[in-house]
């Protein structure tokens, strides 16, 4: 883990500046006369150096003449006072600044319109409450000392009751100390150490494991998570997770599953249908394509990155191998309706995997002997 980091404030301007959308932001916010923030993640990142960041922004007040400033189809949760509308360069998260109270721990917050100061303290970690004025985007408002502790490499909560209120916060700590190399300061440990995730919703739980799987580092990530005993990771569920992330990254498999399921599913170890799956040693096209045959995507990925490496066979090339011949050709030549057609079309395809047969008349010749068999 990083101690010190040198970080550029006086590049902060130009950095922010160049985010693809913030000048769609600025305009809008000038038209509309609103007082407007860049804030939490962006302000982090544009610190950090990044070219680009998701931009969440808040107004000072009415949020609503911000969103109709920048146009376009906005969806909006009102319970919250926020909005997403859809920008120039993608997403834009607008909210009116407010404050927070919880009636329970793991309950989802009651707000009411606070000024930017109130915003900046509700927020989960030191890192996250900068924000900067769209119109000065150089002027960091950094009240809880954000800026120190990202040179520090510290991951430091904003208050002792913080993992109370939310304790699904301790689920995001692992996620910004793995992808930014923090190291969580002591208190904060001990306060998320000691946070009861039973309050949290399954929904909230899974959504925040949901984003880990999807980051950057999402193996340093459940074993922080494993570490602080906030999640029952396997034995080999690391090294699982990393083989799984390395698979799907590249091709033939970029694409068969969705690499969260998977990573997540990979922390827990793999479901049952994949620890099967690896440990099948098909010798044959058919048999590979047999055992194969229906299963999920995750399942595929786990077991491939469990040891099965004839896989990539399945992957690659004969998951897409097709019959030039179909049912309707059966019955045309006389097969009745009913199972013969499905066992006869099955083992066509055998025959023309394991290279027996090729072309359509010779599939069809093998199917008829099958059907009438």
């Not at 000392?145 to 990202?150: A, C, E, H, W």
Request: negative net charge; charged residues 30%; hydrophobic residues 45%.
């Amino acid at each position: 883990m990083n101690t010190t980091r040198e970080i550029d404030t006086d590049g902060l301007a130009g950095r922010i500046e160049a985010f693809p959308g913030f000048g769609q932001v600025r305009d809008a916010a000038g038209s509309a006369g609103v007082d407007a923030y860049l804030v939490g993640g962006a302000v982090r990142d544009a610190l950090l150096g990044a070219d680009r960041a998701d931009l969440d922004v808040v107004v000072d007040g009415d949020h609503r003449a911000l969103l109709a400033a920048l146009g376009g189809e906005a969806r909006s949760h009102d319970r919250f006072g926020t909005a997403t509308v859809r920008g120039e360069a993608g997403a834009i998260d607008v909210a009116r600044a407010r404050a927070e109270t919880y009636a329970r721990p793991g309950a989802l917050p009651d707000v009411r319109p606070a000024a930017i100061d109130d915003d900046l303290a509700r927020r989960d970690f030191t890192i996250n409450a900068m924000a900067v004025p769209v119109t000065e985007p150089g002027r960091l408002l950094d009240p809880h000392g954000g800026l120190d502790d990202l040179r520090a490499g510290a991951l430091r909560y904003l208050h002792p009751g913080s993992f109370v209120d939310d304790p699904a916060r301790a689920l995001r700590a692992a996620r910004y100390a793995s992808r930014l190399e923090l190291s969580v300061e002591a208190q904060t440990l001990a306060a998320l150490r000691a946070a009861d995730l039973g309050t949290v919703s399954a929904e909230r739980r899974e959504a925040e494991l949901r984003r880990l799987a999807a980051d950057r580092q999402p193996q340093r990530g459940f074993e922080l998570l494993a570490e602080w005993g906030l999640f029952d990771l396997a034995d080999d569920g690391g090294e699982l997770i990393d083989a799984v992330a390395r698979l799907l990254a590249e091709p033939p498999w970029s694409g068969i599953a969705d690499a969260a399921d998977a990573i997540l599913a990979a922390a827990g170890g793999g479901p049952d249908g994949a620890q099967e799956l690896a440990a099948v040693r098909p010798g044959r096209a058919s048999e590979i394509v047999a055992a194969a045959r229906g299963r999920s995507g995750v399942e595929l990925a786990l077991a491939r990155a469990l040891g099965a490496g004839w896989l990539d066979t399945y992957v690659a090339d004969l998951r897409r191998v097709r019959l030039e011949i179909t049912g309707d050709d059966l019955l045309e030549a006389g097969v009745p309706q009913g199972p013969a057609v499905g066992r006869a079309l099955d083992e066509a395809l055998r025959a023309k995997l394991d290279g027996e047969v090729s072309g359509r008349e010779r599939e069809l010749e093998v199917a008829l002997q099958a059907a009438r068999s």
